[in-house]
């Protein structure tokens, strides 16, 4: 079965930490970009970091940058979303696709919640 999920969404404090994870099953995900995107209440859905699919460096949006870091797992195939230091305004739904332009995705999952809150 082809599927991609995420995982690893919750509740944590202002400042804190959380990491999601996107595993993949029926397919290899080292053989496409992978795009993190969130999408609040309101809001429309935003990319906020991109991994080629070769070497190279991931790009982050702004308001992420320095706080976010996608890494990957080949051997678990699975990529993943570090987030530290999360502020008031990171609070939606994260996905992960495969690929960085939402509507060219093959794959995507159906999200994880991301609550910040004191």
């Known amino acids: 079965q082809v599927q991609l999920e995420e995982s690893g969404g919750g509740w944590v404090q202002p400042g804190g930490s959380l990491k999601l994870s996107c595993g993949a099953s029926g397919f290899i995900l080292d053989y496409y970009q992978v795009g993190w995107f969130r999408q609040a209440p309101g809001k429309e859905r935003e990319l906020i970091a991109c991994m080629p699919s070769i070497e190279g460096d991931t790009s982050y949006k702004d308001s992420v940058k320095g706080r976010f870091t996608v890494s990957k797992d080949t051997a678990k195939n699975t990529v993943y979303l570090q987030m530290s230091n999360l502020e008031p305004e990171d609070p939606a739904l994260y996905y992960c696709?495969?690929?960085?332009?939402?509507?060219?995705?093959?794959?995507w999952g159906r999200g994880a919640q991301v609550i910040v809150s004191s």
């Open positions: 696709a495969t690929d960085c332009l939402w509507s060219v995705a093959l794959y």
